[in-house]
T-cell receptor, first 115, second 113 residues
């Protein structure tokens, strides 16, 4: 089975632009979670989607948004980029909703640099 | 105050040594995860625990729910174990909404040959 894939792997943007990142979960997985990792804050939860519905959202401003499609693929969007948005963005998939204590499988991440 | 505290932050060991990484948390949780992150960023989920102890190869994870503490042990450590080990706790049990993971800051482990 193919693992979780994320595109693009690397991205350079300038302040004020917007960016869309994509995540394809493992086949059959219906839950996708997104995380941000920075040197200063470490790993932080962004949001979780299950069956096209956002199930939970972390403490991030409204500039961060996401969605999930009927095939479970997910996208996250960051509008009006700030320098502090430079980070590794990770997505993880699981079969069911994570409060059922499903193991999550992580993708390789998208490394975003905002100049 | 971080809800998840890991210790030590950095750990250097010689090949073959027994290694322990600790994780303490302050919230009631439904599960605790141990993750491994190699240079380059890829994360692998090692264990998911809600009670007791789990073992996989040379790795052992334990959790004490009453004391809100978990440990990750590596027996007969090897240079390929060099990575960042991250503890994460899952909390939030509302059936109509999701739960979330809160992460520790990670422990950088270096195993020298």
């Amino acid at each position: 089975k193919a693992g979780v894939t994320q595109t693009p792997r690397y991205l350079i943007k300038t302040r004020g632009q917007q960016v869309t990142l994509s995540c394809s979960p493992i086949s059959g997985h219906r839950s996708v979670s997104w995380y941000q990792q920075t040197p200063g804050q470490g790993l932080q939860f962004l949001f979780e989607y299950f069956s096209e519905t956002q199930r939970n959202k972390g403490n991030f401003p409204g500039r961060f948004s996401g969605r999930q499609f009927s095939n479970s693929r997910s996208e996250m969007n960051v509008s009006t980029l700030e320098l502090g948005d430079s980070a590794l963005y990770l997505c993880a998939s699981s079969f069911g909703v994570t409060y059922f204590q499903e193991t999550q499988y992580f993708g390789p991440g998208t490394r975003l640099l905002v100049l | 105050k971080n809800e998840v505290e890991q210790s030590p932050q950095n750990l250097t060991a010689q090949e073959g040594e027994f290694i322990t990484i600790n994780c303490s948390y302050s919230v009631g949780i439904s599960a605790l995860h141990w993750l491994q992150q190699h240079p380059g960023g890829g994360i692998v989920s090692l264990f998911m625990l809600s009670s007791g102890k789990k073992k996989h190869g040379r790795l052992i994870a334990t959790i004490n729910i009453q004391e809100k503490h978990s440990s990750l042990h590596i027996t007969a450590s090897h240079p390929r174990d060099s990575a960042v080990y991250i503890c994460a706790v899952r909390w939030g049990v509302v059936e109509t909404s999701g739960s979330r993971l809160t992460f520790g800051e990670g422990t950088q482990l270096t195993v020298n040959p």
